[in-house]
């Protein structure tokens, strides 16, 4: 592999990560074991578990992980996230939702129960030392916040202190009781690599530039503001006079500002944008160095404000985003170019991210 990615501290003195990092197979193979397999992922509707018996089987991260998992719940009311193949002979498990007694492989009829657990198996009367706990279905780590769902195959950090930002500024909505609305919902597909989406999403500093029309009629650019945490940031967008914003309780840190959008990034793809109607969810998979898929997943709460403020228009955000992005992709390319620098007033955000991506593939 070629030199070490690093990027400096300071974000007066620094410079972005390499330009390779956005195009380079080997990176991005690496960015697939060393962060993405580590990665706390959303993996599902709380909604779509309620009763026991019922499975959902997924893909993590299609394209990119592409690890089989299912949601159970069992008949004591808990909820699981379970490997999805057999421990027999590696056939897939549960191969469409519904509601079960148990789970059956339909190979050679090995049975397991709701939490994973070896049931059965025909034909092994003669086995030693069987069944052993190799027999069962591994679990993994399963937590809900608001609505969602969230997993991980082998997690970096703990789950309470990576979604910890969200929880202190938000949970004041009650987002568990956003229901989802799959009118506003949408997959992209577009042609870049997935960080370079990220980095555009992380500052604010092209607003007046690229959405001078539509989101920045909305939000005062002097005032847009971005803190960073450990496994994550949040861009507070401030409304305009005369635009609409949250009413903040008492106690809130931002009581008194008139925030008309949160814009919530947990590291490494997750997007939790809150406006005054709901949760707009983006979901960054990569599906290739140059390639990702965009999943928007829109939570309401009050559906009457959807079309007002800063959520109020985010199919031509995002037409707006997906073009300036491709066409940085092109120039990212060129062998003229390696690397730039950061606004300090402006880009804590996509710095901040520069240094988590270097101490993962660094």
């Given at each position: 592999m070629t030199s070490p990615i690093q990027v400096e501290t300071d974000i007066r003195?620094?410079?972005?990560?390499?330009?390779?990092?956005?195009?380079?197979?080997?990176?991005?193979?690496?960015?697939?074991?060393r962060i993405f397999e580590r990665s706390w992922q959303l993996v599902g509707d709380t909604a779509r578990l309620r009763a026991p018996g019922h499975v959902v089987p997924f893909t993590l991260l299609e394209g990119c992980v592409d690890?089989?998992?299912?949601l159970t719940r069992s008949n004591d009311g808990i909820a699981y996230c379970l490997s999805n193949v057999c421990t027999h002979r590696g056939t897939i498990v549960v191969e469409g939702?519904?509601?079960?007694?148990?789970?059956?492989?339909?190979?050679?009829?090995?049975?397991?129960?709701?939490?994973?657990?070896?049931?059965?198996?025909?034909?092994?009367?003669?086995?030693?030392?069987?069944?052993?706990?190799?027999d069962n279905l591994?679990?993994?780590?399963?937590?809900?916040?608001?609505?969602?769902?969230?997993?991980?195959l082998d997690p970096m950090c703990d789950f309470r202190e990576w979604i910890r930002p969200v929880v202190e500024r938000m949970d004041w909505l009650q987002p568990?009781?956003?229901?989802?609305?799959?009118?506003?919902?949408?997959?992209?597909?577009i042609q870049a690599n997935w960080a370079l989406y990220c980095d555009n999403y992380l500052e604010g500093f092209?607003?007046?530039?690229?959405?001078?029309?539509?989101l920045g009629d909305k939000l005062d650019y002097e005032q847009y503001h971005t803190e960073t945490h450990e496994w994550g940031s949040v861009q507070i967008g401030v409304a305009r006079d005369g635009e609409p914003a949250f009413d903040l309780p008492k106690g809130h840190p931002d009581?008194?500002?008139?925030?008309?959008?949160?814009?919530?990034?947990?590291?490494?793809?997750?997007?939790?944008?809150?406006?005054?109607?709901?949760?707009?969810?983006?979901?960054?998979?990569?599906?290739?160095p140059t390639t990702t898929r965009i999943i928007y997943q829109s939570y309401v709460s009050d559906a009457s404000k959807l079309g007002e403020g800063a959520g109020s228009n985010l199919y031509r955000i995002e037409m707006e985003d997906e073009e300036i992005v491709e066409s940085a992709q092109k120039g990212v390319r060129s062998r003229l170019y390696d690397r730039g620098r950061y606004s300090p007033s402006r880009e804590k955000g996509p710095h901040h991210f520069h240094r988590l991506l270097a101490s993962f593939l660094g």
């Open positions: 003195k620094a410079g972005t990560i390499p330009s390779r990092v956005y195009y380079d197979p080997e990176l991005y193979n690496l960015a697939r074991e690890e089989a998992l299912v939702e519904g509601h079960l007694q148990t789970l059956r492989c339909r190979y050679h009829g090995r049975r397991f129960d709701l939490d994973g657990c070896f049931k059965f198996m025909p034909e092994f009367d003669e086995a030693e030392d069987f069944p052993s706990d190799s591994p679990s993994l780590p399963l937590h809900e916040w608001g609505p969602f769902f969230f997993s991980s568990e009781k956003f229901q989802a609305y799959p009118d506003l919902s949408q997959d992209y597909l092209h607003v007046p530039y690229v959405h001078g029309g539509s009581y008194g500002e008139q925030v008309a959008g949160y814009y919530f990034w947990l590291f490494p793809n997750l997007m939790l944008n809150f406006y005054l109607w709901g949760i707009s969810v983006n979901i960054v998979q990569p599906i290739g």
